[in-house]
């Protein structure tokens, strides 16, 4: 079966078409405005590519069809570049200048040389930024903390694999011209094409990925390095392991230790009626909060999606319950000026030693029961949990 240049630059439209739709399509639904909206932008821009390389082909538009399709297809990799970078929490503001600078030379070149040279006039300048943009998107994919995600490091090797087929296209058309048979077997516009929709049906399903990994509830873990988050509340293995050297340490001294235990409810709704950005800066804002109004010689550390807990040594259950209304008060405060104006249900829940021994899940059991009923009550903001909540943790 021989495939004409027409059909198939009419597939590579359906599969981009319906490749980018439905990620676009996901990114109003979860309102997203991180790295999800840039690689959506960049999707889109692909699909602008090959409508315009369609209205060409049809005789429709000239020159200037064919250097918007070229301006597009040098924006696809540049916006999945800028993605990654705002994935990583990196500045794009110069990275922004130069793909503008990028783009305006890709259709400059093709609107001077497209007369002179014919279809391909300007194609080499294309193709040397797109060369770039790919390589570029592909490293940032491999910088930590998106290095650390192993969808990640297959979407750099696509993007990799991208630019290293095109700097071959580009190599061989220097050398073999585009009506040259080696050229038009292997690295024709067919051929290219076809790499076309395998890129974009691979991309779109790691980018998918990757922004569900990113989420407003489980984006700190994987931004850590040493067992400590990005924001310096520890994860919940580490904040574990140090609970236990504490508690232990504390029994022996017959001190009185108390873990203390903030939830907050309503996230989730938040995310879906305010989008994803929002819940993660009201999270964000969250966890600085009880970091920065816990006590100074406190552990602070995650226990749960929605749950941090606090690990202070406190002299009377009286000094506990302070500690604990302290941290409520500086969270309600901090969270009450966020940007975003959302408000979540905080519950903070107390368990002491002295009621409860120095074992430490029976006493994080405790304080979650308590934060819980906290978070329920009218009445009160901070409870403390008793013997009757030490047991395994019930739904």
Not at 7 to 30: D, H, P, W
Not at 40 to 57: D, E, M, N, Q, R
């Amino acid at each position: 079966m021989i495939m004409d240049l027409f059909s198939v630059t009419v597939m590579t439209a359906i599969v981009a078409l319906t490749a980018a739709g439905i990620f676009v399509v996901e990114t109003l639904r979860r309102r997203d405005t991180g790295a999800g909206r840039l690689w959506a932008v960049g999707y889109l821009c692909g699909t602008a590519t090959t409508f315009a390389y369609i209205s060409w082909a049809s005789g429709i538009g000239g020159a200037v069809a064919i250097a918007i399709g070229n301006a597009s297809f040098a924006l696809t990799p540049a916006f999945i570049w800028l993605g990654n970078r705002r994935f990583n929490d990196r500045p794009i503001t110069w990275s922004s200048v130069t793909v503008a600078v990028l783009a305006v030379a890709t259709f400059l070149a093709a609107v001077i040389r497209v007369p002179v040279d014919g279809s391909w006039g300007g194609w080499p300048v294309m193709v040397v930024t797109i060369v770039g943009l790919f390589a570029a998107g592909g490293v940032e994919a491999l910088r930590r903390p998106m290095g650390r995600v192993g969808n990640a490091r297959l979407f750099a090797l696509v993007l990799l694999a991208a630019a290293v087929y095109y700097a071959a296209r580009l190599v061989a058309f220097l050398v073999d011209g585009p009506d040259g048979e080696f050229f038009t077997a292997w690295f024709g516009s067919v051929s290219a094409n076809i790499a076309t929709v395998v890129l974009t049906m691979v991309a779109v399903v790691v980018t998918s990925i990757l922004r569900s990994t990113k989420s407003a509830t489980h984006r700190f873990e994987w931004l850590s390095e040493n067992g400590v988050a990005a924001d310096g509340v520890m994860l919940t293995g580490t904040y574990r392991d140090a609970l236990r050297d504490v508690a232990e340490r504390a029994s022996w001294r017959q001190e009185l230790l108390s873990v203390v235990v903030v939830g907050i409810d309503g996230m989730e709704e938040m995310a879906a009626a305010f989008g994803s950005d929002a819940a993660d800066e009201l999270a964000a804002q969250w966890r600085r909060s009880v970091r920065r109004h816990a006590p100074a010689s406190a552990f602070v550390g995650e226990d749960g999606d929605a749950t941090l807990s606090v690990c202070v040594v406190s002299s009377t259950a009286a000094e506990a319950r302070r500690q604990a209304a302290a941290i409520y008060r500086g969270c309600i405060d901090d969270l009450a000026g966020n940007p975003t104006g959302l408000l979540p249900i905080v519950g903070i829940g107390v368990a002491l030693t002295e009621t409860v021994g120095y074992e430490p899940e029976t006493l994080l059991n405790a304080a979650r029961a308590a934060a819980v009923r906290a978070s329920r009550s009218l009445e009160a903001s901070v409870l403390f949990g008793g013997i009757e909540d030490g047991g395994p943790a019930r739904e």
